[in-house]
């Protein structure tokens, strides 16, 4: 009974790993180790034009600069921002009393690329449900957290180590390299693998 008990739980145990790693879960907003009033600033930092948002992608690394990208779709250009800090980020910059500053590059998108990446992260944040256990998706006070925007929806993923997740932030910053780079062939040769994700995700949307 105990060894049944051991591989039931084990299985369980993998279903739920592999669930967090092929699945986005909901923004945690109020917690401990990321006060909201951070995640305000980081966002009024590296989103320079809220506004006109179609979709953004805005990371979080603990001893790493924070960077993110952002879409405009009116003028058809990616925006690509990043923390630059004495204090390794904003959020030590903010706790030592220190200042920070911040590079951008814009690139021009051609559209069907960047409606390829829209749809991509709109299908990856329809995978985000909150277990109803309240135990949320597994995160740490160490590691990186990446949040994904579009059409007014938000997700996010922790530290993935493999499976969907981690693929998703794989592309999404070779996009922010393209941009940085101002390369355009790198992002049109991103779209086989933002097609493949994309159907990937849609697997695991709730319908």
């Known amino acids: 009974m105990k060894r049944l008990l051991s591989i ?43 506004v006109s948002v179609t979709f953004a992608y805005v990371v979080r690394p603990s001893f790493d600069p924070e960077y ?21 980020n904003i959020w030590y910059s903010l706790n030592s009393n220190k200042n920070y500053t911040v590079n951008r590059w814009e690139l021009k998108v051609d559209p069907k690329v960047a409606e390829s990446i829209r749809v991509l992260l709109r299908t990856a944040i329809a995978t985000a449900v909150a277990p ?13 957290t990446y949040q994904f925007y579009a059409d007014f929806y938000t997700a996010e993923c922790w530290s993935p ?40 995700y849609d697997k695991y ?3």
């Open 132 to 144: 109803k256990d309240g135990s949320g998706f597994m995160v740490g006070e160490d590691g990186t």
């Open 68 to 88: 993110a990208l952002v879409y405009n779709w009116y003028k058809k250009k990616i925006i690509y921002s990043e923390v630059v800090s004495s204090a390794t």
């Open 8 to 50: 039931f739980f084990a299985c369980l145990l993998s279903f739920m790993v592999q669930a967090q790693e092929n699945r986005l879960g909901p923004i945690m907003v109020y917690n401990i180790s990321s006060p909201d009033i951070y995640h305000t600033i980081v966002l009024d930092t590296l989103i320079p034009e809220k």
């Open 161 to 200: 180590d493999s499976g969907n997740n981690a693929e998703l932030v794989r592309i999404m910053d070779a996009v922010c390299q393209a941009v940085k780079k101002q390369d355009s062939a790198l992002l049109q040769a991103l779209l086989p693998d933002i097609n493949r994700l994309t159907e990937a």
């Open 205 to 207: 949307v709730c319908r």
